[in-house]
Nanobody, 117 residues
Framework: QVQLVESGGGLVQPGGSLRLSCAASGSIFSFYTMGWYRQAPGNQRELVAS?????????ADSVKGRFTISRDNAKNTVTVYLQMNSLKPEDTAVYYC?????????WGQGTQVTVSS
């Protein structure tokens, strides 16, 4: 059973930082594009950032310069990180990890990020 296990969400003040992690068990995930999406109440789920198996990244304009995505392709577990700096209240959302290869896609359970003073 495929599992994407997310961690690192929480409450942070504006201007603060958080790092999200997502662990995907199985060496097969080294071939997958890994990404982070977010969904705020009343909004559609949107792509925040993604990183291909080769390390190429794509970052949404709304977070460019503040968020960084990276991945660690260990032997049996692939971990993708989202470093979030200079957080703003509008970054408040549930953040979801996603793994994609062709027509196959898997989602994590989501982790809440709340930016508030």
């Amino acid at each position: 059973q495929v599992q994407l296990v997310e961690s690192g969400g929480g409450l942070v003040q504006p201007g603060g930082s958080l790092r999200l992690s997502c662990a995907a068990s199985g060496s097969i995930f080294s071939f997958y594009t890994m990404g982070w999406y977010r969904q705020a109440p009343g909004n559609q789920r949107e792509l925040v950032a993604s990183v291909t198996s080769g390390g190429s990244t794509n970052v949404a304009d709304s977070v460019k310069g503040r968020f960084t995505i990276s991945r660690d392709n260990a032997k049996n577990t692939v971990t993708v990180y989202l470093q979030m700096n200079s957080l703003k209240p509008e970054d408040t959302a549930v953040y979801y990890c996603h793994a994609n290869l062709g027509t196959r896609g898997y989602w994590g359970q989501g982790t809440q990020v709340t930016v508030s003073s």
